[in-house]
T-cell receptor, first 114, second 114 residues
Framework: DGGITQSPKYLFRKEGQNVTLSCEQNLNHDAMYWYRQDPGQGLRLIYYSQIVNDFQKGDIAEGYSVSREKKESFPLTVTSAQKNPTAFYLC?????????????FGDGTRLSIL | GNSVTQMEGPVTLSEEAFLTINCTYTATGYPSLFWYVQYPGEGLQLLLKATKADDKGSNKGFEATYRKETTSFHLEKGSVQVSDSAVYFCALLTPNQAGTALIFGKGTTLSVSS
């Protein structure tokens, strides 16, 4: 079955540590996205990528970094510069060029601070 | 700019009650409209969509009609079940944003009791 796989499901970070969240899709989608979800705030866009080796900042990119070396993979690194990283992180993917097509989401990674 | 406004929750209903979750939008052009559902601890799943005015999206007993004159896309279900308890997100995508991120409302939490 095609879909989006996020790992790990739960992740713990120590102070001053960088952590990387994995996102892999086998839907052959061009575009991939990272969102952060906090209680009562809905989803906020961190980064997105429309094509391999290219990505754009979203609304809350500070303290995060991404790479897009392969079409199917879009890992997110939460750096030590992100002072409040505790949240639920969602990865999504979609086709480009057709606004009628929805985004597909993974099951998320919950990040907590030790 | 483009935006989505949802009614604030939580919405608390008894089983078999009628559900309405209001959603209005502001957008340039003719956006596509989506409802997503998030069950506890999971990612988002597409519930239904509508891509042009007067279209009705439907799935699992839920319906929403794209009303351009009132810029609305209200979600309805005639008889809710306990299993419908979840967070519901309204979202839009305009044609010139294909391959960029969805614009989400803040989400509405639905709690159904037996």
């Amino acid at each position: 079955d095609g879909g989006i796989t996020q790992s790990p499901k739960y992740l713990f970070r120590k102070e001053g540590q960088n952590v990387t969240l994995s996102c892999e899709q086998n839907l052959n989608h061009d575009a991939m996205y990272w969102y952060r979800q906090d209680p009562g705030q809905g989803l906020r866009l961190i980064y997105y990528s429309q094509i391999v080796n290219d990505f754009q900042k979203g609304d809350i990119a500070e303290g995060y970094s991404v790479s897009r070396e392969k079409k199917e993979s879009f890992p997110l690194t939460v750096t030590s510069a992100q002072k409040n990283p505790t949240a639920f992180y969602l990865c999504a993917s979609s086709w480009t060029g057709d606004s009628n097509q929805p985004q597909h989401f993974g099951d998320g990674t919950r990040l907590s601070i030790l | 700019g483009n935006s989505v406004t949802q009614m604030e929750g939580p919405v608390t209903l008894s089983e078999e009650a009628f559900l309405t979750i209001n959603c209005t939008y502001t957008a340039t052009g003719y956006p596509s409209l989506f409802w997503y559902v998030q069950y506890p601890g999971e990612g988002l799943q597409l519930l239904l969509k509508a891509t042009k005015a007067d279209d009705k999206g439907s799935n699992k007993g839920f319906e929403a009609t794209y009303r351009k004159e009132t810029t609305s896309f209200h979600l309805e279900k005639g008889s809710v079940q306990v299993s419908d308890s979840a967070v519901y997100f309204c979202a839009l995508l305009t044609p010139n944003q294909a391959g960029t991120a969805l614009i989400f409302g803040k989400g509405t939490t639905l709690s159904v009791s037996s």
